[in-house]
């Protein structure tokens, strides 16, 4: 990963340090379920921060709440990162909350369905702006 500039450094910590409790509640149950794979909270792909990464398998998993209901903005947000070669699972607050069983298992899922190769773009082209 590229160097980070300050700014974004700090702008992570701080999110690290206000957490929901869904996102608190998943990152400790991802570790206890997990403890062979690293995973990091508010983890930055820039431009964006991915809620929990697990970079070794191009993971990200996000927690919503209700302001996230039909947001165009997510769409547009999980292309590119998708891009990037990032695979994204997203799970709401009362799924994390109130079914977690589940959302582990689809964590489990994910994790051990192989990450789509993207084809090498000739340098110079293909660049997302």
Avoid at 58 to 68: A, F, N, S
Wanted: glycine share 4%; aromatic share 6%.
């Amino acid at each position: 990963m590229a160097l980070l500039d300050h700014r974004t450094r700090h702008r992570a910590r701080e999110m690290r340090s206000e957490l929901s409790d869904a996102e608190r509640k998943l990152w400790r149950v991802l570790r206890e379920s997990f403890p062979d794979l690293k995973f990091r909270r508010q983890h930055p792909v820039p431009p964006y921060f991915a809620d929990i990464a697990c970079v070794s398998a191009h993971l990200i998993i996000e927690v919503d709440g209700g302001q996230h209901a039909e947001n165009a903005q997510d769409d547009v947000r999980t292309r590119h990162l998708e891009a990037l070669g990032w695979r994204v699972i997203r799970f709401w607050n009362d799924q994390v909350l109130r079914e977690i069983d589940g959302v582990i298992l689809a964590v489990d899922v994910a994790l051990k369905t192989p990450t789509p190769t993207l084809p090498r773009v000739p340098a110079g082209e293909g660049a997302l702006r």
